[in-house]
């Protein structure tokens, strides 16, 4: 850090890498074994021109089954979708009753199950003079027709155990969208336990359609507002974004005991958030394992946010298998459409967001969010077990690390699975900035207006720092804390490290 503030060795936000300090040269756009690229890479290389990839549709348990698959009985399903949907896009207005009419028609089973009322609210309490979604609406259906003709490729699924990208164009995201809005994927409708999409997030869009509440109202002003921009030819985004599952080898599993590693530097603030004040650094999504977590229904937390402000992140719920311990999923080049204010109830879409971060030499927007799902702590004691912070350290580490063909910035991150997922921010804290450490990367810690954990956190950051302390020492210091802990539930981590910090087993 060459700024530091006067009295304390952590750095300024201006201090941190992000993706628009580098200039790293990507080279030509390819796809190979575990790059599915579905734009046709040579024009876009030669003319930078973003055309369909040319491709066979598979009906296959590895690719993501789609409603216009050739499939011979999908065919006559797709039949009666481009019908509907046809009939809808003819129209200058449709109603909410034409939308979910048309849904139901090619989803006969869940006619008595799946409601639509909050898409009625939104429309019945929208003003009229502000109510655009009843021309929108057949623009939908237009967008969504186009799918045969936009996603010509098979799209791989994104399975457990298994690094892959797929690099897709904002086009191609919005087709995909507008067709889970019309609720048009196979297979996608059922959670039982034995079904075939069950270790994967829901996709169709009917679940925000039903159980009026606030928060689906604000979601779906988000949503529509997506929509009207990726329908508008002056609007349309014209960039490519890649969804990248990462997978830690258990031979790259770090040996935390004996890492020599020193803290990287670090950033405190209890202002600011993530996706605003970190923009341009790797934003960290404090994320469920089926990806997006609640976005499609009532959830409002960090993760449904930061997807409803940037919705080209729910389509990694169509390809994205459940993420295992060792796993992660980094989104490249995801733009954002809204902004917003509160958080949960409170929340409120406020308006139009006009992003304007570069693109990189795929088009991509200079943007990188990293999806780590953080244990959920029923009984809080149980996340200082040994194994439960090295699964916490393990799974930071995974999304830290740095992948061969990525720029790798500075870490934006926060309270990560201290909300919902109940865990305790200092150890959280401390595990991130550990893993940090061990990937070389500088971490900027928002602590959304904790005032006390920024300054606890300093204090403590400045000790560690000021005497070299390794991550290896952290780890067993760790290792004591849990014992301590077990005996006295009130100890805290940050004066046991402070007080404990110099004795003699661990140096
Ligand atoms: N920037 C910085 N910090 C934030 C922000 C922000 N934009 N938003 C919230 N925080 P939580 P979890 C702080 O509960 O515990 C979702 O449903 C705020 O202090 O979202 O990992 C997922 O899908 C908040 O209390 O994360 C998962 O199912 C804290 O971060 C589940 O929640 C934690 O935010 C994950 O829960």
């Not at 100890?491 to 046991?496: E, I, M, P």
Request: hydrophobic fraction near 35%.
């Amino acid at each position: 850090c060459q700024q530091k503030e006067r009295t304390s060795s952590c750095c300024q936000l201006k201090d941190m890498e992000r993706l628009q300090h580098g200039d790293m040269k990507l080279g030509p756009l390819r796809f190979n074994k575990r790059h599915t690229v579905l734009i046709d890479v040579d024009t876009f290389n030669s003319q930078r021109k973003i055309l369909t990839q040319k491709g066979r549709d598979l009906w296959h348990s590895d690719f993501v089954k789609m409603p216009c698959s050739q499939v011979a009985h999908q065919k006559s399903r797709w039949d009666v979708i481009s019908k509907k949907l046809k009939s809808l896009a003819s129209k200058k207005t449709a109603s909410v009753k034409d939308v979910e009419e048309a849904i139901i028609k090619y989803n006969p089973k869940y006619k008595d199950q799946w409601s639509f009322d909050a898409l009625h609210t939104l429309d019945q309490i929208t003003p009229h003079t502000e109510n655009y979604y009843k021309t929108l609406f057949p623009k939908i259906a237009a967008l969504a027709l186009k799918l045969p003709s936009f996603v010509n490729k098979a799209i791989p699924l994104l399975r457990k155990g298994q690094s892959a990208a797929i690099t897709m164009s904002q086009v191609q995201i919005s087709c995909l969208l507008a067709n889970a809005f019309f609720c048009t994927f196979p297979h996608r409708n059922t959670s039982s336990p034995n079904a075939e999409y069950s270790g994967y997030p829901s996709i169709n869009f009917n679940s925000l359609f039903g159980n009026w509440s606030r928060r689906k109202i604000e979601k779906l002003r988000a949503i529509m507002h997506y929509f009207k921009e990726v329908t508008d030819e002056s609007t349309r985004p014209k960039g490519l974004v890649t969804f990248e599952r990462e997978c830690l080898s258990y031979t790259d599993m770090p040996t935390w005991e004996s890492c020599k590693a020193n803290l990287s530097k670090l950033h405190i603030t209890s202002e600011g958030q993530i996706e605003l004040e970190g923009k341009g650094m790797l934003q960290v999504d404090f994320a469920n394992s089926l990806i997006g977590g609640g976005v499609l229904g009532s959830g409002l937390l960090q993760e449904e946010i930061l997807f409803v402000i940037n919705p080209e992140l729910i389509v990694a719920r169509l390809f994205t298998e459940k993420l295992e311990d060792n796993e992660c999923l980094i989104i490249t080049g995801s733009q954002q459409f809204s902004s917003y204010s509160g958080f949960g109830d409170s929340f409120e879409w406020a308006g139009p967001y006009e992003d304007q971060s570069q693109r990189d030499e795929w088009a991509r927007r200079k943007t990188k969010i990293l999806a780590i799902d953080a244990m959920n702590f029923r009984h809080s004691v149980d996340q200082y077990r040994m194994r439960h912070i090295t699964r916490e350290l393990n799974k930071a580490y995974c999304g830290f690390k740095g992948y061969d063909g990525h720029e790798n910035p500075d870490i934006a991150t926060g309270k990560w699975g201290c909300g919902a997922f109940n865990g305790d921010p200092q150890l959280k804290a401390l595990i991130q900035l550990m893993a940090a450490a061990k990937a070389k990367r500088g971490l900027a810690f928002f602590t959304f207006g904790d005032e006390n954990l920024k300054q606890r956190l300093q204090h403590i950051y400045d000790l560690m720092f000021a005497e070299g302390i390794t991550v290896g020492k952290l780890y067993k210091l760790l290792h004591d804390f849990s014992s301590a802990k077990h005996c006295d539930s009130h100890v805290d981590l940050f004066d046991f490290i402070e007080k404990n910090r110099n004795s003699k087993s661990h140096l």
